[in-house]
């Protein structure tokens, strides 16, 4: 195991942000222009002029590239106003103080105009003004319970197309002003918390071997907190968790320093749970039966918190409760001063209080799980075998408490928290209903003492 990262000569964050107060910004470009060549072309930009205000005079920024970022979201289904990045010329070093030591700035925007309830259909991203706001306190959220990520800051943005067409909703030919978000850039983010270069996916072994253990448990209780979906991680060689065989780091940084030592930085949250409300592939992989609540939040929370119990050890599970147990009163404390909207804040606080629900005493966190390697699914008392392909249940799986006994087999709901069974794998046993397995096959006791 390495050796806990070691912080040197670790910088402040930019005066951009050094506060939380929303900023206020012009952006005037061919933004058309540039969406329609960027969404295929990543390298397409194209030039503009950007505005602050300090002091009360006005600071005027010319000749920035503005292009647009990210994956999924640079498509045109998923947002009609993709995220975009806006890289600041040398000079703004010199006249800008507010930008003094940044080469670009990432803008997470409203990405459409739907209404508060309508994800979209692929990937199930919030495309209105809540989606950057509710996404911005995830950032505070996880400041506040001490999980290193990027800056970020809440801005108003007035958009102007210099290239406006006529009959577009909204409309072009005047100013648009809509709710964003500044995020830092993982360069910055790493020399900042003392570290020398990013470790790319290429050259990432796994998180067994390159992250200390601690700090890696403490990301996957953190995500777990926020219902987010949307990351990779190799925890070690032979790991084929939902992505993590293709994408070894996805929407996490591997922030190394001089001596070879890493660390992990979680980042990108606009599909998470806790800033969506709900997930389109939700009944595919999981059930709400499972949840005491019958809440699909609180199903999400404790399927990567149980699966948790398949990565560490008891030590080192015990360690991550009690961290995030001592940062609770800090974790509502953010959601309490975060201005969210009341649909977002509803859901904040359901999955906070699912996640700290399900860590608070060992009874709620060693729920019943598999242990036999040789488990089976029944469909009825009477050993009547389903979804036989998929083989034996993993170890780890949680299951519910007995909902009925017969002879040595209990009817229980099934967690898929390790995706055994998501598409297309998919078993409509697990899905819809209960099922029947041997009683022996159940225990806490997992990871045992």
């Keep these: 195991m390495l050796a806990r990262f070691t912080v040197v000569a670790a910088i402040a964050a930019s005066q951009l942000f050094s506060s939380a107060e929303p900023l206020a910004l012009d952006l005037k470009a061919?933004?058309?222009?540039?969406?329609?060549?960027?969404?295929?072309?990543?390298?397409?930009?194209?030039?503009?002029?950007?505005?602050?205000?300090?002091?009360?005079?006005?600071?005027?920024?010319?000749?920035?590239?503005?292009?647009?970022?990210?994956?999924?979201?640079?498509?045109?289904?998923?947002?009609?106003?993709?995220?975009?990045?806006?890289?600041?010329?040398?000079?703004?070093?010199?006249?800008?103080?507010?930008?003094?030591?940044?080469?670009?700035?990432?803008?997470?925007?409203?990405?459409?105009?739907a209404a508060d309830n309508g994800i979209t259909i692929k990937f199930g991203r919030l495309p209105n003004e809540h989606s950057p706001l509710r996404e911005l306190f995830v950032y505070h959220l996880l400041e506040a319970v001490g999980m290193p990520t990027l800056k970020a800051r809440g801005a108003k943005i007035t958009y102007i197309y210099s290239d406006p067409q006529p009959a577009r909703t909204p409309r072009q030919d005047e100013p648009l002003v809509r709710q964003a978000m500044l995020v830092e850039d993982t360069e910055?983010?790493?020399?900042?918390?003392?570290?020398?270069?990013?470790?790319?996916?290429?050259?990432?072994?796994?998180?067994?071997?390159?992250?200390?253990?601690?700090?890696?448990?403490?990301?996957?209780?953190?995500?777990?907190?926020?219902?987010?979906?949307?990351?990779?991680?190799?925890?070690?060689?032979?790991?084929?968790?939902?992505?993590?065989?293709?994408?070894?780091?996805?929407?996490?940084?591997?922030?190394?320093?001089?001596?070879?030592?890493?660390?992990?930085?979680?980042?990108?949250?606009?599909?998470?749970?806790?800033?969506?409300?709900?997930?389109?592939?939700?009944?595919?992989?999981?059930?709400?039966?499972?949840?005491?609540?019958?809440?699909?939040?609180?199903?999400?929370?404790?399927?990567?918190?149980?699966?948790?119990?398949?990565?560490?050890?008891?030590?080192?599970?015990?360690?991550?409760?009690?961290?995030?147990?001592?940062?609770?009163?800090?974790?509502?404390?953010?959601?309490?001063?975060?201005?969210?909207?009341?649909?977002?804040?509803?859901i904040a606080r359901q999955y906070l209080d699912s996640f700290y629900r399900a860590i608070a005493t060992d009874d709620a966190f060693y729920r019943p799980v598999v242990v036999d390697s040789d488990a089976r699914l029944y469909g009825d008392a009477n050993r009547r075998a389903v979804c036989s392909a998929s083989g034996t249940i993993p170890i780890g799986t949680p299951v519910s408490q007995p909902l009925q006994t017969n002879g040595g087999l209990v009817q229980v709901w099934i967690l898929d928290a390790l995706w055994h069974w998501a598409p297309p794998a998919r078993c409509a046993a697990v899905h819809e209903g209960p099922v029947w397995i041997e009683a022996g096959a159940i225990s806490r006791d997992y990871p045992s003492r």
């Design 188 to 346: 910055a983010a790493v020399k900042r918390l003392g570290g020398t270069h990013e470790i790319n996916e290429k050259d990432f072994t796994n998180a067994r071997a390159q992250f200390p253990i601690a700090e890696t448990a403490r990301l996957a209780f953190a995500e777990a907190m926020i219902g987010n979906f949307d990351w990779c991680l190799k925890m070690a060689d032979g790991d084929r968790y939902r992505c993590n065989a293709r994408h070894p780091l996805w929407n996490v940084v591997a922030a190394a320093n001089a001596d070879g030592q890493a660390r992990p930085l979680m980042y990108d949250f606009d599909v998470s749970g806790i800033v969506t409300g709900h997930h389109p592939w939700f009944t595919d992989v999981f059930t709400a039966e499972f949840s005491p609540t019958k809440s699909p939040a609180e199903t999400e929370v404790l399927a990567q918190i149980q699966r948790t119990r398949s990565l560490f050890s008891r030590w080192d599970l015990d360690a991550a409760r009690r961290d995030f147990m001592n940062h609770k009163a800090d974790a509502y404390k953010a959601l309490d001063q975060s201005g969210l909207d009341a649909g977002g804040r509803r």
């Design 30 to 113: 061919p933004l058309n222009d540039l969406f329609a060549h960027a969404r295929t072309d990543d390298t397409y930009a194209v030039r503009g002029t950007l505005v602050y205000h300090e002091r009360g005079q006005a600071v005027t920024i010319d000749d920035v590239k503005v292009s647009v970022r990210g994956n999924t979201s640079r498509r045109e289904s998923e947002c009609a106003f993709p995220k975009l990045k806006v890289q600041l010329p040398d000079a703004a070093r010199r006249t800008a103080r507010l930008f003094d030591g940044l080469d670009s700035i990432k803008i997470g925007t409203h990405c459409g105009e």
